[in-house]
């Protein structure tokens, strides 16, 4: 007498199903984390750039006797991103009295809210008016936001 064997060739169905559900479930759990951690990362970036142009902005006072750049946001950018005298006077290229900075490479982009992908610097009205990406004061800069968008813990970007 023969013994029959039973061989399957493949999945059943209700595998099949268990396994797409499985997957349904880990992907529920991981996606959200995900977009969270990019979300994250460009809030870091943000601290990153502005703590980056704080300590830049403070080495130049301390260099030019306590005097902070320029209020004016042309002469501002001029004086970060070339070679200094003294007295705050800027020239493309080092000479003998010229002698420090430059402090940034560029003024960065702003990498969140409403004016993201913006390099460019205000002055005018109070942090979060206008289309630029920084708003700078004369002793402090700041995000430059004016819908008010938070990061993920509902801080607004324009009051880091």
Do not use: C
């Amino acid at each position: 007498m023969r013994k029959k064997f039973n061989t399957r060739l493949g999945f059943s169905l209700i595998e099949l199903v268990i396994v797409v559900v499985i997957i349904a479930i880990i992907a529920a759990i991981a996606i959200p984390k995900m977009s969270r951690g990019a979300a994250g990362a460009n809030d870091s970036a943000l601290m990153q750039d502005l703590a980056q142009m704080r300590s830049a902005i403070e080495l130049y006072a301390a260099e030019h006797t306590g005097a902070y750049p320029s209020a004016t946001p042309a002469t501002f950018i001029t004086q970060m991103t070339t070679y200094t005298d003294a007295s705050g006077g800027t020239s493309a290229t080092k000479d003998s009295t010229h002698i420090y900075g430059p402090y940034l490479k560029a003024i960065p982009v702003l990498p969140v809210g409403t004016n993201k992908g913006l390099a460019t610097v205000t002055n005018t009205g109070t942090a979060g008016t206008g289309t630029f990406g920084w708003f700078w004061d004369g002793t402090t800069v700041w995000a430059n936001d004016p819908a008010l968008d938070t990061d993920a813990k509902g801080t607004a970007y324009n009051t880091y």
